[in-house]
């Protein structure tokens, strides 16, 4: 999920330059990894992902932590 990308011939591999929210780039090689389960990222070009606090959880999209419903769980 780039918003932008250009090769880096040294690495040999792609430079993430923006990645769209609920993803995050580690620079190079990687391009946009999606955030892991319980954290989200809702910034463009994040470059990491912020866990929810406990008794949230990651919308479908991974961009904001919304309240659980009772009896829900990850």
């Known amino acids: 999920m780039f918003v932008e990308s250009s090769f880096d011939f040294e690495s040999g591999g792609y430079i993430c330059s923006s990645c769209y929210q609920g993803f995050y780039g580690t620079g190079v090689g990687e391009g946009c990894i999606e955030c892991p389960k319980g954290s989200v990222s809702n910034i463009l070009a994040a470059k990491s992902c912020t866990n929810c606090?406990?008794?949230?959880?990651?919308?479908?999209?991974?961009?904001?932590?919304?309240?659980?419903?009772?009896g829900q769980y990850s």
């Open 53 to 70: 606090t406990k008794g949230y959880g990651p919308n479908k999209e991974r961009t904001i932590c919304e309240k659980w419903k009772s």
